[in-house]
């Protein structure tokens, strides 16, 4: 037995927020400042316009206002990048297969066919502001591409672990509908645990680039990340 599953994608908005000077020393990262994340609703998925990694262009940002998390602080943003850890939908259809008990009677483990992951950015969610003169626009379309590789990156390592995610979402019961269910369960949080985990890594960068502009912390960012993709490239979807 196979059941296909909805698209179950998280979205992360990452914003710039703007400080008049740098600070000597980071500092917290503000609350209206941090990112947020929200699952991608199936229906609005041909409201959507995904591009896989690459690298970004100022046209790449074409939403005519700021995501809703992150309106609240507009004024202060230099641009907001909507990027979602995709999973292939392919991978999401998990299959029951029956297995012999010791006992005579019948289970079934479900568990995906196939796990894949990828990172894609929503241009149409994606927000560049105009108005704001603080940065200089080469630093903020930096900024968001690191965004956007940082999921990139957790994607890829997603699928460098996709055999122990697999061992995890499996679920076993003496009814195909049930372990299904036990198995989408699953599915779901590790979704969520891996969304709130590439939220905190984009609050960090957040933290140490965002109050003023601070080249040298992200051209350390802008190393690292690159570094990274070289490092997971034979993990990309």
Not at 72 to 85: F, P, V
Request: aromatic share 6%; charged share 35%; proline share 5%.
């Amino acid at each position: 037995m196979r059941r296909a599953i909805p698209m179950a994608a998280f979205a992360c908005a990452a914003a710039l927020l703007l400080a008049g000077r740098p600070a000597a020393t980071q500092q917290p990262l503000p609350d209206e400042a941090r990112g947020s994340t929200w699952q991608l609703d199936p229906s609005q998925k041909g409201r959507t316009d995904l591009i896989s990694y690459r690298a970004l262009g100022r046209k790449d940002f074409r939403a005519k206002q700021p995501p809703p998390q992150a309106r609240a602080s507009a004024d202060r943003l230099g641009a907001a990048t909507c990027s979602y850890l995709l999973p292939d939908q392919e991978s999401l259809r998990i299959q029951a297969t029956p297995r012999k008990r010791k006992d005579g009677s019948w289970e079934y483990v479900a568990k995906p066919d196939r796990l894949r992951f990828s990172g894609a950015m929503d241009r149409r969610c994606s927000w560049w502001n105009d108005r704001q003169k603080h940065f200089a626009p080469d630093y903020v379309l930096a900024h968001e591409q690191i965004h956007f590789a940082l999921t990139e990156i957790h994607a890829r390592r997603l699928n460098e672990r996709a055999e122990d995610v697999v061992r995890r979402l499996t679920a076993v019961d003496r009814d195909p509908h049930r372990a299904i269910e036990a198995s989408e369960a699953r599915l779901k949080q590790v979704l969520e645990e891996e969304a709130r985990a590439l939220l905190a890594v984009n609050d960090r960068f957040d933290a140490e680039t965002s109050l003023g502009e601070r080249r040298e912390a992200q051209e350390r960012w802008r190393a690292r990340v690159e570094q990274e993709l070289r490092e997971t490239a034979r993990f990309a979807h």
